[in-house]
């Protein structure tokens, strides 16, 4: 779950293109927009596949071109710039941070090569078949914290019970490359000599599935709360991971709280 902390990097770098883009585009990037900022609080796994939990805190960062109707966004969304935008689909460049991991974050890590921060950059695409449900999906590449892809799917179904109060929830589904997983689920033969693991080289497949869901209250109209809630069950090579077997567990949970604040202006 290191990917769903610090992301802020990224909106700074969308925001520094779009004037070029406006100007190049001209009337395709005029129109209105909003910029949605906040922070997040949250316990989860003190790494993906642990057993053991922490607190952490996590800036929210989202821009987007507005629409006729209300948008639906997600926790889980990447940092994401709607170059396409329908009503009924969206798509364009998304980006995430990646944290760094080492045995300073838990001491099940002891032994085994250290993760550097870097980042994840694809796209993404999102389709609304009806009003109340949202399908979306990431790809992503790797740089400097691992060389892998990995992707996201995420269907939710969202519900106004007040004008004020919106329940949403659904499955979610991760897979990525055997470069991804070797990087935070392999061990080669120097690490199970150092940490004690057994020796593990794993290939590409199916990483978890699971589901979400959260609670947003739009206390006013331009900041929203939110109380949230995961399940994931770690799958194929990652729960084959004898760092996950030995030391952790393919059972993640999450539960936090956040608040936006939402900016509109227009290009």
Do not use: C
């Not at 032994?111 to 109340?132: M, Q, R, S």
């Not at 979306?136 to 269907?155: M, S």
């Not at 929830?169 to 991804?180: D, I, M, Q, V």
């Amino acid at each position: 779950m290191r990917n769903l902390l610090i992301r802020p990097a990224f909106a700074g770098a969308f925001m520094l293109v779009l004037p070029a883009a406006a100007s190049a585009e001209g009337r395709w990037f005029s129109g209105n927009w909003y910029l949605e900022v906040g922070a997040t609080g949250f316990t989860a796994p003190k790494f993906d596949g642990d057993d053991s939990y922490k607190f952490a805190l996590s800036p929210i960062i989202s821009l987007g071109k507005a629409g006729n109707e209300a948008r639906f966004s997600s926790r889980n969304d990447g940092i994401s710039l709607g170059l396409i935008d329908t009503g009924n689909f969206r798509a364009g460049p998304v980006g995430r941070i990646v944290l760094s991991r080492d045995s300073g974050d838990s001491d099940d890590l002891e032994g085994l090569d250290p993760i550097e921060v870097g980042v994840e950059v694809g796209g993404f695409a999102e389709f609304y078949p009806t009003d109340w449900l949202r399908l979306r999906g990431e790809l992503r590449r790797g740089f400097n914290a691992h060389d892998g892809v990995v992707g996201d799917i995420n269907i939710d179904a969202f519900r106004d019970v007040t004008p004020e109060v919106r329940l949403s929830g659904g499955p979610r589904l991760s897979f990525a490359s055997a470069e991804y997983f070797d990087a935070y689920y392999g061990v080669d033969a120097a690490e199970a000599t150092a940490s004690g693991l057994s020796p593990y080289s794993p290939g590409g497949g199916l990483k978890s599935y699971g589901v979400g869901g959260a609670v947003d209250w739009k206390t006013t109209e331009k900041l929203t709360t939110s109380l949230f809630a995961e399940y994931s069950r770690l799958t194929g090579p990652a729960a084959d991971s004898s760092l996950v077997r030995e030391r952790g567990s393919p059972n993640q949970y999450l539960l936090g709280v956040s608040a936006t604040y939402r900016f509109d202006f227009q290009l």
